[in-house]
């Protein structure tokens, strides 16, 4: 009987954002989700409050 | 699916974060992050291993090893509600840290320590050790929070370090992050009286940074 090992993910922001010019840091620690959940739920979130956002500095 | 806790961000670029986790300082601490985070930074603390905090002295030691910079909150000074005693763990990390910074190896020695406190000049009373270091009041005020942590990190980034963005830009768009969280909240299925945990809450900052940034300009 083979056993499967744990795999140890590294997080899901691997790619290096920036934001107002300062490179941001991939962020390390757990989420219950995936970065393709959290990025979609970001981008609609921002997408349906983009009049509210608008304007801003 | 789930992702796990990865590689650690570097030492110059780690800020460790001693301060209380219940839901009423929870703002001011999801303000710091906020603001850790949009300066480059990355923040760590007890959360990191548990969603209670609830973490052995060892590790909480070893995490602040790990990290060059330090921000400790001393304002929790009142009785705990049930016990009607006083909580000593946050003196006991700042202890901790400063001694890193004073007899610790070479490398702690240059640690930078922010401390913060609700009032002016109370720590006088509750511990006046700490008088001469810096030491900045919120008076529980998350715009305060914000801007002490961004200035802070500002004047002990590297030379060849980037400019961060100010306070007030940092202010507005997490003002503008807490407009979009409950949509956030349910595009991620979950209820609406639940909250992030302190790890996807991360993960979700880092996300919407640059797209807050990009709409506001809009």
Redesign the interface.
């Known amino acids: 009987m083979t056993t499967s090992k744990p795999i140890q993910r590294s997080g899901p922001s691997r790619k290096t954002s920036t934001y107002r010019g300062v490179k941001l840091q991939a962020t390390t620690g757990a989420t219950r989700f995936s970065l393709a959940q959290i990025k979609k739920a970001v981008e609609v979130a921002v997408a349906k409050n983009a009049d509210a956002l608008a304007g801003g500095k | 699916?789930?992702?796990?806790?990865?590689?650690?961000?570097a030492w110059s670029?780690s800020v460790f974060i001693n301060c209380p986790f219940d839901p009423e300082y929870k703002p001011l601490f999801r303000a710091a992050c906020f603001a850790i985070?949009?300066?480059?930074?990355?923040p760590r603390c007890a959360?990191?291993y548990s969603d209670s905090g609830a973490v052995r002295f060892t590790e909480i030691v070893k995490m602040i090893t790990e990290c060059g910079l330090s921000i400790h909150d001393i304002s929790r000074v009142e009785l705990d509600k049930d016990s009607q005693l006083p909580r000593f763990n946050m003196p006991l990390e700042l202890g901790a840290d400063l001694g890193l910074r004073l007899e610790g190896p070479a490398k702690q020695r240059s640690r930078r320590i922010l401390i913060l406190d609700a009032e002016a000049h109370r720590y006088d009373k509750t511990l006046s050790d700490i008088s001469g270091m810096d030491i900045e009041t919120h008076g529980n005020i998350v715009d305060r929070v914000i801007k002490h942590v961004r200035d802070w990190l500002s004047a002990n980034r590297g030379a060849d370090q980037?400019?961060?963005?100010g306070a007030?830009?940092i202010t507005?768009?997490y003002r503008?992050y807490l407009?979009?969280?409950p949509?956030?909240i349910?595009?991620?299925r979950l209820d609406p009286h639940d909250d992030l945990?302190?790890?996807?809450y991360?993960?979700?900052?880092?996300?919407?940074?640059?797209?807050?940034?990009a709409?506001?300009?809009?």
Request: glycine fraction near 8%; proline fraction near 7%.
């Open positions: 699916m789930p992702s796990q806790a990865g590689s650690k961000p670029r985070l949009a300066c480059g930074y990355a959360l990191d980037q400019i961060l963005p007030v830009a507005d768009d503008a407009k979009i969280a949509d956030i349910a595009g991620l945990t302190h790890g996807d991360l993960h979700v900052v880092e996300c919407a940074l640059p797209l807050i940034e709409a506001r300009k809009a």
